[in-house]
């Protein structure tokens, strides 16, 4: 058993990103005591969360290589300027 009111759980959850089907589902899981259930659904959900930081990285990634790019070119072609 969780040591949360279902308020704090709910709120933890909707502040985490979840839908309302995902905590309708946890809750779910709480009234029936299905702990293991729970784990699944949270360790689901933070699997998508990484998946998400992940596609986000290589933006900033591939941002980052651009601007290294433009900087490092744009040197070589001020110095080629004097």
């Given amino acids: 058993?969780?040591?949360?009111?279902?308020?704090?759980?709910?709120?933890?959850l909707a502040d985490?990103?979840?839908?309302?089907?995902?905590?309708?589902q946890f809750e779910a899981c709480q009234h029936s005591g299905s702990q293991k259930d729970q784990?699944?659904?949270?360790a689901d959900y933070r699997r998508l969360l990484l998946e998400?930081?992940?596609?986000?990285?290589?933006?900033?990634d591939l941002?980052?290589?651009l601007v290294w790019t433009v900087k490092t070119n744009g040197s070589s072609a001020e110095e080629g300027k004097h």
């Fill in 1 to 12: 058993m969780i040591a949360m009111s279902e308020e704090q759980v709910y709120e933890c």
């Fill in 16 to 24: 985490a990103g979840c839908g309302k089907e995902l905590i309708k």
């Fill in 39 to 42: 784990m699944r659904l949270l």
């Fill in 52 to 60: 998400r930081i992940h596609t986000e990285q290589k933006k900033l």
């Fill in 63 to 65: 941002l980052d290589y």
